[in-house]
């Protein structure tokens, strides 16, 4: 298996939901990363987990909440957002710590907040 | 912040054509990298430079690391229409305070 793999594909949410968005790689990559872009931006990293802890949060506002179950799955959940957190939101994988630029990436998860 | 300019923003080209774009900076990095991102799909990595003055080909890909660790190039030879979609360089700086920054864009169109 040499993809990541993100569900939903599609989310729309109020402002006052909670749900969640999943990322899982099976290619024994050790960071894991969350991004959100902008329609016609680039990716701004959110946060990164290498070997399974938080080691960079990029000053996220708290109603993103990263998790990182095991070493395969990375989870950001979502409560409380705004109509401007609006975006497509990518996982991406790399084989080592965060000091490895090679990047895989999802293929995202496009989000609407009502 | 730190930003990386890619210039130009856009371009459009004939089948065949060479294609040259640069990521420039302000600051230093340690790692550049050169992606490609197609509409719906998350970007995929083309090229990946390590050293000052390294020079890199994937196929028809062909990037540098300039020598300042300011910048970067990244030239498509004979560009065919798959070669659509938005190229993003991406700096990483990992001295002190970690930073993984990717470029404004170029988007390239081919016209067959």
């Known amino acids: 298996d040499t993809e990541v793999t993100q569900t939903p594909k599609h989310l729309v949410m109020g402002m006052t939901n909670k749900k969640s968005l999943k990322c899982e790689q099976h290619m024994g990559h050790r960071a894991m990363y969350w991004y959100k872009q902008k329609a016609k931006k680039p990716p701004e990293l959110m946060f990164v987990y290498s070997y399974e802890k938080l080691s960079i949060n990029e000053s996220v506002p708290s109603r993103f909440s990263p998790e990182c179950p095991n070493s395969s799955l990375l989870n950001l959940h979502l409560h409380a957002l705004q109509p401007e957190d609006s975006a497509l939101y990518l996982c991406?994988?790399?084989?080592?710590?965060?000091?490895?630029?090679?990047?895989?990436f999802g293929p995202g998860t496009r989000l609407t907040v009502l | 912040g730190q930003q990386l300019n890619q210039s130009p923003q856009s371009m459009f080209i004939q089948e065949g054509e060479d294609v040259s774009m640069n990521c420039t900076s302000s600051?230093?990095?340690?790692?550049w990298l050169w992606y490609k991102q197609e509409p719906g799909e998350g970007p995929v990595l083309l090229i990946a430079l390590y050293k000052a003055g390294e020079l890199t080909s994937n196929g028809r890909l062909t990037a540098q690391f300039g020598i300042t660790r300011k910048d970067s190039f990244l030239n498509i030879s004979a560009s065919i229409p798959s070669d659509v979609g938005i190229y993003f360089c991406?700096?990483?700086?990992?001295?002190?305070?970690?930073?993984?920054?990717f470029g404004t864009g170029t988007r390239l169109k081919v016209l067959a």
């Open positions: 991406a994988s790399s084989p080592q710590g965060e000091e490895d630029g090679e990047q895989f």
């Open positions: 991406a700096g990483i700086f990992t001295s002190g305070t970690y930073k993984y920054i």
């Open positions: 600051s230093i990095f340690n790692t």
